[in-house]
């Protein structure tokens, strides 16, 4: 079932993908995280959970939403969209699914960004020349059970001109780095094969077992300043463990392993 929305023919294609169960398109939306969050609570009870994802797009976010209380700054010619999945079964102590889902979308832009190294700045963020390119919002509303709304924007072909001066002096578009020109849909294409190669797969528990997201780690023997529940911690980052733990080695060389928190300020050099 799709949105009466007239869908461009540009979006065609990508909301076609087969690996989707369906698809929905808006011009504009509040959140496309908050249109899905709704979206769920709007199901019947007797409705079991959708083994395949749904995806809800979005050519502009008024409200788009980060990690915390950040906010997502979207303008025309981003990428925003989430999908409605439920996620496949994992071991025990596996890394967190922002984790896992930062590492596809690193994948699938890896072949877009030229010579350009993309990196993953724990635990949800896509960085390309110490800038941020991507960024992830998983949320899990607990009904239906193991149904997760996974929200993904991707600055492509969209300007900061008229930003805020830290959204400028942290951002950066693929059209800065790409080897070819993009448009937005391209992108989303490139994200869902890979996800369909990854999540849809028998290979699924050894692929997220190799950790791939440590490949992509920017914050590996970088200084950083993490925030968490019981306080800050400042040290070095020493990759991450196989549950997606961040490891921070202070200044007394005792290693922290932290599961929760987040990246406040991390050496750019």
């Not at 769920?40 to 007797?46: A, G, V, Y």
């Not at 896992?100 to 994948?107: N, P």
């Not at 509303?141 to 991707?154: A, L, Q, R």
Request: with cysteine.
């Amino acid at each position: 079932m799709r949105d009466t929305t007239e869908i461009p023919d540009v979006w065609q294609r990508s909301l076609a993908h087969p690996w989707l169960s369906g698809a929905e398109y808006h011009s504009s939306l509040d959140s496309t995280n908050a249109h899905g969050l709704r979206r769920l609570k709007s199901l019947p009870e007797s409705l079991p959970a959708c083994p395949w994802p749904y995806l809800i797009l979005a050519e502009e976010q008024e409200s788009g939403r980060g990690r915390g209380s950040h906010m997502w700054y979207s303008t025309q010619g981003a990428l925003t969209f989430s999908l409605l999945w439920e996620m496949p079964p994992v071991r025990e102590g596996s890394a967190p699914l922002s984790l896992l889902v930062g590492a596809v979308v690193c994948e699938a832009l890896e072949p877009l960004c030229g010579c350009d190294p993309v990196r993953l700045k724990w635990p949800n963020d896509v960085y390309i020349r110490q800038r941020k390119i991507a960024g992830i919002l998983i949320e899990a509303p607990g009904d239906p059970k193991g149904m997760h709304v996974i929200g993904i924007g991707v600055n492509v072909n969209n300007s900061f001109d008229n930003a805020p001066q830290e959204v400028q002096s942290r951002a950066i578009s693929l059209q800065a780095v790409a080897a070819n020109a993009c448009h937005p849909s391209d992108v989303l294409s490139a994200i869902l094969d890979r996800m369909n190669d990854v999540f849809d797969r028998q290979c699924f528990p050894s692929w997220s077992e190799s950790m791939p997201w440590e490949r992509f780690c920017l914050l590996r023997g970088k200084s950083v300043r993490l925030q968490t529940a019981s306080g800050d911690i400042i040290g070095i980052c020493r990759g991450t463990q196989s549950n997606g733990a961040l490891l921070v080695a202070d200044a007394n060389q005792r290693t922290h392993a932290v599961h929760s928190g987040e990246v406040i300020a991390f050496d750019c050099g």
